[in-house]
């Protein structure tokens, strides 16, 4: 089994657009799954009130759950409520729970509201972990900030469809009003083609356009439109598992590969 290197400290990675259904959530399940099995340890956080990671990575949640809701409004320790995934070791995930669709406003009247989930890294020992993935809301309100502040890196998963680049300027501005006032180190470091249809020729000029504004922060790798990536999820699994050699886990794999081989810039 080929291993990959690790990176000298862990590195926290947002996957943000403020835009639904282009690939956070898949991207960062299947690009986590891919890295635990070539021998990272990493922590996938559930961002998103809708909990779509939790669901694909199999957590167990009931209405006693503990979850990052309780880490961000109630100080919980993430280490206490981090569950293992099931048939994939090195990996773990804090789940997402309902309440969480509460917490863009209850976080509101906290103090360091923007900063709760760097506050809660900080005191996790990353020592014992290479990557933190954060699956962000499609939103950019105060969890999408928490997530910003906490990290170091935004990878930006873009679907290879109409108005793709649409609202791209306004998450730009928002990273860099993050980055100037609030956590200085922060970089898109990576920038993810998703839904890469090529039997269309926009699918083709969507790419070229990313590629030509952003040039060597998009992955070489893109992720085609693969019907057995989006049937994983109701599995309970990644399509790492769900179907290792389909075109969608073989595609996941390589940008994983790429990540792992990229510092950070
Ligand atoms: P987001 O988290 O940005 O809202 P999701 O990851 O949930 O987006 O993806 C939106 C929908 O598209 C989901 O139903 C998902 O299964 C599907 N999907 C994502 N990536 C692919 C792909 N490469 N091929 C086919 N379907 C995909
Ligand atoms: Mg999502």
Known sequence: ????????????????????????????VNIAAALAMHGQRVLVVDLDPQGNASTALSMERDNQTRSIYHCLVEDEEIRKLAQPVPDIPGLLCAPATIDLAGAEIELVSLVAREARLKRAFAAYDTSDLDYILIDCPPSLGLLTVNAMVACDEVMIPIQCEYYALEGLGQLLRNVDLVKSHLNPGLAVSTIL??????????????????????QDTVLDTVIPRSVRVSEAPSYGQSVMTYDPSSSGAVAYLDAAREIAHRAKR
Request: net charge positive; with cysteine.
């Open 1 to 28: 089994e080929e291993i990959w290197p690790r990176p000298a400290s862990c590195r926290v990675i947002s996957v943000a657009n403020q835009k639904g259904g282009v690939g956070k959530t898949t991207t960062t």
């Open 193 to 214: 083609l998703t839904m890469y249809d090529g039997r269309t020729r926009l699918s083709q000029q969507v790419a070229d356009e990313v590629r030509s504004h952003f």
